[in-house]
């Protein structure tokens, strides 16, 4: 419904906008202007989301999100605000991991696993991530930060494996307390 017609509709039954040639000009002037400044807050909201945004615009959502750009472009940058967002939500459980996955990734989780490692039961190991949006080494090694991070106390993330569903190649991301080891392997052979 427009807003002339929400107006209109509104209005008390003592004043009938539709017959009454000078209030209805009224009605209609400010159901113009109020029409003008509900776009304007629509495309405000639009804007302000993560999605839509790019830019200065979301380098400030990333200011109040509290995470830096650093050397990401636009699309993985709301990688990073989306999985920030979602690792304040503090649940460390292999559900919570699979949501940070989901919300920061955007891709389906059913396929990915999380697996305690046979040999340390402290550690675990994410298998099957798919690798489109993490295609380089530094998006890698970042959502592999991420995830250290929000993984309960005591538990370590011992390595994350990244496939590339059209090409077959696996990308292994292992995790150190120093350093990062990346390795990759082909699937097919």
Request: glycine share 6%.
């Amino acid at each position: 419904m427009d807003i002339l017609k929400e107006f209109i509709s509104r209005m008390p039954g003592s004043v009938d906008a539709i017959y009454n040639p000078n209030i209805n000009k009224l009605v209609t002037f400010f159901a113009e202007y109020l029409s003008n400044i509900q776009g304007l807050f629509k495309q405000i909201e639009y804007y302000r989301n993560i999605d839509n945004a790019s830019g200065n615009l979301l380098d400030k959502i990333g200011e109040k999100v509290g995470e830096v750009r650093g050397k990401a472009d636009d699309e993985f940058y709301r990688v990073m605000l989306k999985s920030k967002i979602a690792s304040r939500k503090g649940d460390a459980t292999v559900n919570g991991i699979l949501t940070i996955i989901k919300n920061s990734l955007g891709v389906d989780v059913r396929n990915i696993k999380v697996l305690p490692l046979e040999n340390e039961p402290q550690a675990i190991m994410i298998k099957d991530v798919p690798s489109e949006s993490a295609n380089n080494d530094w998006k890698r090694n970042y959502l592999l930060k991420r995830i250290e991070s929000t993984v309960a106390a005591g538990i370590r993330v011992h390595e994350i494996i990244f496939i590339d569903n059209t090409t077959g190649e696996v990308n292994i991301v292992t995790g150190t307390q120093s350093s990062i080891i990346i390795t990759e392997e082909d699937k097919n052979g």
